[in-house]
């Protein structure tokens, strides 16, 4: 007998987020949930991922005794899509970055809205595909230390950064213990976690931005190159270099080159260029983590912004170095 977790219109249909259903295997649990909850309960699962014990599994999988089995429809609780078109994921992280840029070359104001807004929709997706595979995450936390970090840096620099990121965690702590569903550890953590990496990198594309908007842009351009190539790497039936490779040397070779184009001290500027290409790994292999669950080498992850995961805290790092150089 497993324990079966149901989310969105399943939930609705059954009655109950969770039941016990007996099955061997993947598949005779949907099929005995098919049978117990009738046609439109079996047309809502078409299309379902199914995690055992919180690790994806296809039809054909076993299924212990006592084991926890989610049933994730195709639209729950967030993410734009289960799995975007990665081609769509593509272009539409390449149109975020692109609004970040051009709020860059218009004001500090306008990055700031800008930031806001592709930050929350990045927690909402993120926060979604977490969901989806039975990890639940606290959003309130997550995107009020976005906000919180964007004003605090834009009105008193790296103070106001650092009062907000130890606001957000203690947020995400206390959010976890208020709200029933997120009191275990991984809900807690998970929350902390993403409001503190959310708040990261909120803050440091404003604190890189009050330095310098040359800065900002070699940040951008280390960005762009780094998800181009892995994306292209990902793509490529004879990839030459593994996907994170890719995202490495694209990011390291756009560096160099952006910060001799722009940088108003090249030295530094190279150092915080390693620095956001270590962030860019950091931050994909934690989207990972709370996409799917494990570590996985291409970039076919659940959710539409996956790309953008590195993103997030590649700006952190990179603003880190930036603030230690002086």
């Not at 997706?125 to 639940?136: K, N, S, Y």
């Not at 309130?140 to 840096?153: D, E, F, M, N, R």
């Amino acid at each position: 007998m497993a324990t079966v977790r149901l989310f969105a219109r399943l939930r609705e249909i059954a009655g109950a987020d969770r039941v016990e259903i007996d099955g061997a295997t993947v598949e005779s649990i949907r099929d005995a949930a098919a049978v117990r909850f009738g046609e439109e309960f079996a047309a809502a699962m078409a299309g379902a991922q199914v995690w055992v014990d919180g690790v994806r599994a296809p039809a054909h999988s076993a299924v212990a005794e006592g084991a926890e089995v989610a049933i994730l429809p195709p639209v729950s609780g967030g993410a734009f899509v289960v799995r975007s078109p990665v081609t769509f994921e593509f272009g539409l992280v390449l149109a975020f970055t692109a609004g970040l840029t051009l709020a860059n070359f218009l004001s500090i104001q306008w990055l700031a809205v800008v930031t806001v807004l592709l930050m929350t929709l990045w927690a909402y997706d993120i926060v979604g595909t977490g969901e989806r595979r039975g990890l639940f995450v606290g959003s309130v936390p997550i995107h009020l230390g976005v906000v919180g970090g964007v004003l605090a840096t834009y009105r008193f620099g790296a103070a106001g950064m650092a009062a907000a990121m130890a606001g957000t965690v203690m947020l995400g702590l206390i959010w976890g213990v208020l709200r029933e569903h997120l009191r275990d550890v991984d809900s807690i953590a998970g929350t902390a976690l993403l409001g503190l990496s959310g708040c990261i990198g909120a803050s440091s594309l404003m604190l890189i931005r009050l330095r310098s908007r040359d800065e900002a842009l070699v940040f951008l351009v280390i960005a762009l190159a780094a998800i181009v190539v892995a994306w292209l790497s990902d793509r490529s039936e004879m990839p030459i270099v593994d996907p994170m490779i890719g995202m490495i040397l694209g990011g390291l070779l756009a560096g160099l080159a952006a910060s001799a184009l722009w940088a108003p001290t090249v030295s530094t500027s190279v150092m915080a260029s390693v620095a956001a290409v270590a962030g860019l790994v950091a931050g994909r292999t934690v989207g990972m983590l709370v996409r799917a669950g494990g570590y996985f080498g291409g970039s076919d992850l659940p959710g539409s912004l996956g790309y953008f995961d590195g993103v997030v805290l590649a700006a952190g790092s990179y603003g880190a170095v930036l603030l230690l150089m002086g």
